[in-house]
T-cell receptor, first 113, second 111 residues
Framework: GQQLNQSPQSMFIQEGEDVSMNCTSSSIFNTWLWYKQEPGEGPVLLIALYKAGELTSNGRLTAQFGITRKDSFLNISASIPSDVGIYFCAGLNSGGSNYKLTFGKGTLLTVNP | DVKVTQSSRYLVKRTGEKVFLECVQDMDHENMFWYRQDPGLGLRLIYFSYDVKMKEKGDIPEGYSVSREKKERFSLILESASTNQTSMYLC??????????FGPGTRLLVL
């Protein structure tokens, strides 16, 4: 199946720093989703984006749906140790019987206190 | 809040055993999904179901089957477990064309 190109693969930062990660695709998506997965747990939805150009915030997290509909960005401001985890982007095309998400391979975030 | 639960968090089975992984969601979602997650490979879709008794193959259905007899419950079956099926298994659910919500995962070890 198709994969999204997610970068960076991993990040090691100091507490308090801002973080940026992004996903790109050769295909257009109608919906972009960002999930966080902590060790031994399932992914938890952070932000959902439904419209090209949309900028949405959830606390210290901000995500944008790219104008071309082929990319999305997630920013975390003032990182804290509990931000540690793997962040996944996912694209969804709603329409017909296609309910399947296309996932990026994840960005592993480590925050040094 | 959407709740997706999986029957076991950790499971150890022997090669050749039949394995059942169960998933239940409480939000009356139409769609349910089974993924496996492996290091370096990300999440890969095994099967999904868009209605009771309906199923469709995902990207890696070989060696697996599924059952959906009730709307809230979606089972993944390993007919004869093999060591290469050692993995983290994740269940998810969604309403039509909407965001998927994941369960906590089952970490399966096949010896």
């Amino acid at each position: 199946g198709q994969q999204l190109n997610q970068s960076p693969q991993s990040m090691f930062i100091q507490e308090g720093e801002d973080v940026s990660m992004n996903c790109t695709s050769s295909s257009i998506f109608n919906t972009w989703l960002w999930y966080k997965q902590e060790p031994g747990e399932g992914p938890v939805l952070l932000i959902a984006l439904y419209k090209a150009g949309e900028l949405t915030s959830n606390g210290r997290l901000t995500a944008q749906f790219g104008i071309t509909r082929k990319d999305s960005f997630l920013n975390i401001s003032a990182s804290i140790p509990s931000d540690v985890g793997i962040y996944f982007c996912a694209g969804l095309n709603s329409g017909g019987s296609n309910y399947k998400l296309t996932f990026g391979k994840g960005t592993l975030l480590t925050v040094n206190p | 809040d959407v709740k997706v639960t999986q029957s076991s968090r950790y499971l150890v089975k022997r090669t050749g055993e039949k394995v059942f992984l169960e998933c239940v969601q409480d939000m009356d979602h139409e769609n349910m999904f089974w993924y496996r997650q492996d290091p370096g490979l990300g999440l890969r879709l095994i099967y999904f179901s868009y209605d009771v008794k309906m199923k469709e193959k995902g990207d890696i259905p070989e060696g697996y089957s599924v059952s959906r007899e009730k709307k809230e419950r979606f089972s993944l079956i390993l007919e004869s477990a093999s060591t290469n099926q050692t993995s983290m298994y994740l269940c998810a659910s969604s309403t039509y064309q909407e965001t998927q919500y994941f369960g906590p995962g089952t970490r399966l070890l096949v010896l």
